[in-house]
């Protein structure tokens, strides 16, 4: 998943300025509709994320990188209480309300949540690399 601007200029500015960046303690999963795009959240912004019918975000568990590969564990939502919409982007946050893109993809494919539906990634689906 790329970088967004946001976490880019942190790192850089960390490793090339020694300019201190606190790591979040948690990081949560978010999701955003079709009506979203790729510059929106590389940029950070965070207009159409689903809201509503039970969403929330969800806490992600990463294992350790190897050779700058890390993935997380299965992470599920909540069930959804009433109609998402079309889900086609998901973004790593450094909070579980408001806060910053760290990093963001576009799905496979789009996926539809109806009432009653729950949406997860399995084990190693949400994958990070450093290159």
Do not use: C
Request: proline residues 3%.
């Amino acid at each position: 998943m790329p970088a967004s601007t946001y976490l880019a200029n942190k790192i850089a500015n960390h490793v090339y300025r020694a300019t201190s960046y606190t790591s979040p303690t948690t990081v949560y999963a978010a999701l955003f509709t079709s009506t979203a795009s790729l510059a929106e959240l590389k940029a950070g912004t965070l207009t159409n994320e689903v809201t509503g019918g039970s969403y929330a975000r969800v806490a992600l568990t990463f294992g350790a990188p190897t050779d700058g590969d890390g993935s997380a564990t299965t992470t599920t939502f909540p069930t959804a209480t009433a109609g998402w919409g079309t889900i086609r982007y998901v973004a790593v946050m450094d909070a579980n309300t408001a806060g910053n893109v760290l990093t963001y993809a576009q799905l496979s494919s789009d996926v539809t949540v109806n009432t009653s539906n729950t949406f997860q990634f399995n084990s190693g689906a949400l994958a990070e690399t450093v290159d």
